[in-house]
């Protein structure tokens, strides 16, 4: 093979570089599909009222659950309203909810609206922490529409129906 | 007085360990075995400082001394006591303690066990890992002290997350830091090879115990947190592809491909500045994963303890460790000679081959991981990134990797006979496509997916056994003969196979649970009943119990199939008095290796009667997934009893391999 290098070096550089290549080629591909394709969106409900999700949608809702929202079925559903300072969306449960799910609580929902416009959860998170956490702290956390800077308080706990 | 005893000797630590850095360099520069004595004699120091500090620590939460900030933070007196214990390390503050002792604690090590070591070798490894203790210790005295004082002290404590109190968690830290900090070890001695300009044979015989040790225990670390989440938090997974996990798992990954690389440096000189590479790599992997977990910059579930203004200093403290060790490989690597030529079908290139797409597989995760803080900083869009990413890019790659797996210990060194390999395990071949068919076949619903994995786990096996049955020559030779070989194997070479047996253990565990667990929830009443895959549990009482510092409602349930008792699982709904947290604790009912999972959920008031939330999941093969870690770990710890990996091994080393 007269085309391969004359060098004993640059022919295993040569060899190597072949193994990388498809591997490299694979790994991107599938990176930049998986990118594209299983990221959700983290949407506060004045955030998702803006963005109008399609229904079926997977994305991430967060917020805190309303007082007086929560009515809680004999079959295990749950539904509840999650809200902002603006706007808020109602959210619909099947399963066993966080051991720290209260009314007035922060918590982060997964799934996607429905065509009524309910959010159908597949899973919740709440944040599992006994620590009050103070009112302007929230607010400015939710003002920036995010809540994973709320890293202070300790952690989540998920409970899910996967 | 024993708290002041910790705070003074923390101190003690830091100021050995700086003293250790600054008295090895010098001895390296001026080559004095006076110098280096008394390095080592600090590097030890140090260790035996941190020990008393951290006994110190444990002290205090044993005695509930809530006059100590964090004791009052994370204990509380009606804690039992093997968790008053665990609080130690259960807090930022003591977890960074405990990182320290590790740290030190192999210094010491390295110092005490590495007698044959060159002594240059030595003393620069050394001076490194003490500038590392400096670093962290630094951190520890100035921005994480664990002995800071309350004044007045309260009279409780706010106790340890319920979350938390729990055996294979109480553990799960100690294991998993030392497994981190292990790679401590091989950093150092990666800028020390770096320094001295010399990568050989020799080098990667040292390097790949340290390697070895701390790949076992970074092991069983890891297993135990997924244990801990698949019992404890209740919902049937156990690896959730969660930040705090995969900084985790990557550290794990770089050391998988580091114990591999190493035995082509030792055994072909092959790939010097690789090795050294993934070196500096595994241990830099490690303190993003203490950046990633401690700073709360991640959402996650498993979040404990995390502070986002210290982690910035974490994050300086990686940007200078990694930083300067990069920096030097590659100011220095160049200087490297390469030895060794191999042809391409080789162990030498099974071996590399498992590097890239180990190395593929890492940045995958660790591009998967970081995405959405690259993301919010570019566009603000806070986003996500789950499990169905590790799916798609993970799993592919990996299932090349095992694909190949059990071809490459059947290649010669140098130049492999393809076709040879191939003849050794077309019965292994025929089984893995038997166990792929049968499970397609029989199995409901029918999961093509599912029964490719279960036919890689089956190859995986059957092809570590057919690599034992060649070495042993069996059914060649009288079967006396291949016991006698067998029996004679390096325990290296067992530890190997056990390892990629464990791994295919695993894989059979995770592809089955994965693919045909079942599940089922619903609101029951007294007497009601659950179904699920087959067995039909039934409500039978519920009732109050009363724990150390916990209140329960305790299920009975009764489990049948077919009519026959299986087992009469209690799981509990806890609610810890101080902090008012409810957990739930499972009950698992072992069916060989399948697993039964129940879970009592909340209380609902129907009309009339009251209902508990069951569920109920099935869990075929779940035990396996627990089972073939700790198998593969125990393939490290048989290879690490190789007399030619001894720490302190012999002079022999020196001479060509």
Redesign the interface.
Known sequence: MSWLPKS??AR?RL??LA??AP??V??VG??L???S??????YTPSQAAAADPKPGQSI?LGGLVQPGSVV?H???RVDFTVADQQASAKVSF????P??FREGQGI?A?GAFDEAGVFQAREV?AK?D?NYMPKEVEEALKEQ?????D??V????????? | MIVELGAFALVLGLALSIAQAATLALARMRRSAALAGAGEGMALGAFLSLAVAFVALVWAFVVSDFSVANVAENSHTAKPLLYRIAGAWGSHEGSILLWCLALTGYGAAVAGLGRHLPADLKASALAVQGLLGAVFLAYTVFASNPFLRLDPGPVEGRSLNPLLQDPALALHPPFLYAGYVGLSVVFSFAVAALIEGRVDAAWARWVRPWTLAAWSLLTLGITLGAFWAYYELGWGGWWFWDPVENSSFMPWLVATALLHSAIVTEKRGALPGWTVFLALAAFSFSMLGAFLVRSGVLTSVHAFAVDPERGVLLLIILGIMAGGGFALFTWRAPSLTPGGVFAPISRESALVLNNILLAAATATVLLGTLFPLIREAATGEAISVGPPYFNLTFTPLMAILLLLLPVGPLLAWKRGDALGAAQRLWAAAGLALAVALAVFALSEPKKAFGAMGMGLGAWLIAGAVAELAERGRAFRVPAAETFRRLANLPRGAWGMTLAHIGLGVFVLGACYETGWKAESAQAVPIGGRIQVAGYELTLLDVHGVEGPNYEAERGRLEARKDGRLVCTPTPERRLYLPGGQTTTEVAICHEGPSHLYVVLGERRAAAGAPVWLVRAYWNPLALLIFLGPAIMALGGAVSLSDRRLRLGVGRKAEAPA
């Open positions: 004993r070096t295993r060899l190597v193994a990388i591997v490299l694979l790994a599938l990176t599909w998986g990118l394709d299983s990221i959700s969106y983290f991430q809680k004999p079959d295990g099947s399963g066993d909810l051991d720290l982060v997964t998170l599992h006994e529409g995010e809540w994973r800077g890293g202070a300790a952690g989540y706990q998920k409970t899910g129906t996967r």
